[in-house]
């Protein structure tokens, strides 16, 4: 019974189950009437943006070294014992942060 387990078996069990429920849906589904609302993108009745949609990856990565410099700093900082070298290293990592948020 735990071959039916084993992920290459329940694979090939469950293509005919996901087969039958796909065929299941059709029937259940009216028949196909397409038109020019159907196939247009739905846009929340406003006007598409003249723009880019994507003002590009800098801001991510902004973010994204914030929080990779915090999460990282702040686990060096876990695992540090109270020292000077800690606490010169804590205010190297305010400046760095405050640098990074000023930009």
Do not use: C, N, Q
């Amino acid at each position: 019974m735990e071959v039916i387990l084993t992920p290459p078996v329940a694979f090939l069990l469950y293509i005919p189950l996901v087969l039958v429920f796909l065929g299941f849906g059709k029937l259940l589904a009216g028949p196909e009437k397409p038109s020019d609302t159907k196939l247009s993108v739905y846009g929340s009745g406003e006007a598409p943006p003249t723009g880019a949609a994507a003002p590009g990856y800098r801001p991510f990565f902004l973010i994204a070294f914030f929080f990779a410099i915090l999460h990282l700093g702040v686990l060096v900082l876990g695992t540090a014992e109270l020292t000077v070298l800690s606490a010169v290293f804590l205010i190297g990592l305010m400046v760095a942060l405050v640098a990074l948020i000023l930009g």
